[in-house]
């Protein structure tokens, strides 16, 4: 007997508390759907469900079974709509928050194209720098980039992030090559001072370890862009992301510094509630980004600055 129509049997059963409206509802005979609940109970060895004569009741082993078949079926439900021409399509509104300045590169101009396969979606997006509370403040999804705090919230890899500590080259000329991370505090290090990101600090590998700096620095800044600005400018060393520096690098306006201390990279995270069903306008939304920000030609496409 089919394994998945056992637990379609098992779930409409037990969602409709009758064999009889369970078996209407699918226009066979309610013995047809208690020979698919004893097969399941059989092949499982524990029993699922307690059938009198009135009601039909979940035992303890039935109820834990029930939400992971829930959540199968839905899982197997949307896998499908996805590929299926004419199937069930996403719609509703999505409310996404994501990082500033990685936001206006790399999650607004790709808004456009997921409207236009999902025209019955609408969307809000959030850009700040703060650490948005997604479950608290309303937001289907966040996309946040570098190490994630531990939480109840459910992450997606989407990518690798690396990070480089930078300097334009009038500065370095002018400060001399740091050779070792312990030299950031004889250098101007120019820091983000948002409490929503780089709190651990600058991470290199010394000797094998994962080390973490903060280096004192007159200037910081809360906004990723002025850093960013200020380093162009020559006033000190910065610890930026490589898709924010890549084109500076490429140009010969930065030169970065400290690589043979480079930390393995980082993350580019899709985040979301913990949800049994997760919404397919949501679902469709992580997978779009997956497959943007999975591929090497998107991360080497020119763009323009934030």
């Not at 999902?118 to 700040?128: F, I, Q, R």
Request: glycine share 8%.
């Amino acid at each position: 007997m089919d394994r998945l129509k056992q637990i379609e049997t098992f779930a409409a059963v037990a969602t409709k508390g009758s064999l009889t409206a369970a078996a209407a509802a699918e226009g066979v005979a309610p013995a047809v759907m208690g020979r698919r609940i004893d097969a399941l109970e059989a092949r499982l060895g524990v029993k699922l469900l307690v059938r009198t004569t009135r009601r039909i009741s979940l035992t303890h082993e039935g109820s834990a079974f029930l939400e992971d078949c829930q959540r199968l079926l839905a899982d197997f439900a949307n896998a499908e709509a996805s590929v299926s021409a004419g199937g069930i399509k996403a719609s509703g509104h999505l409310r996404i928050t994501a990082p500033a300045g990685f936001g206006r590169r790399h999650v607004a101009p790709l808004v456009p194209e997921f409207l236009a396969r999902h025209p019955e979606v609408s969307l809000s997006l959030n850009l700040s720098d703060r650490v948005v509370d997604i479950v608290n403040e309303g937001f289907d999804c966040a996309v946040r980039v570098g190490d994630l705090p531990d939480s109840s919230l459910v992450s997606m890899r989407l990518a690798d992030n690396r990070r480089l500590c930078v300097a334009a080259p009038a500065y370095l000329k002018r400060a001399g090559l740091p050779k070792h991370p312990g030299d950031l505090n004889r250098h101007a290090c120019l820091m983000l001072s948002s409490d929503a990101s780089q709190t651990r600090g600058w991470a290199f590998e010394v000797d094998g370890q994962l080390t973490h700096a903060r280096p004192a620095g007159r200037l910081d800044c809360s906004d990723g862009q002025v850093l960013h600005d200020w380093c162009l400018a020559g006033l000190g060393l910065a610890w930026r992301s490589i898709w924010e520096v890549q084109a500076d690098l490429e140009a010969g306006r930065l030169q970065s510094v400290l690589d043979e201390f480079a930390a393995p990279p980082n993350g580019i995270f899709a985040v979301f509630a913990q949800r049994k069903h997760l919404p397919l306008r949501v679902r469709l939304w992580i997978d779009f980004l997956k497959l943007h920000y999975g591929s090497p030609a998107y991360w080497s496409a020119p763009r323009a600055a934030a």
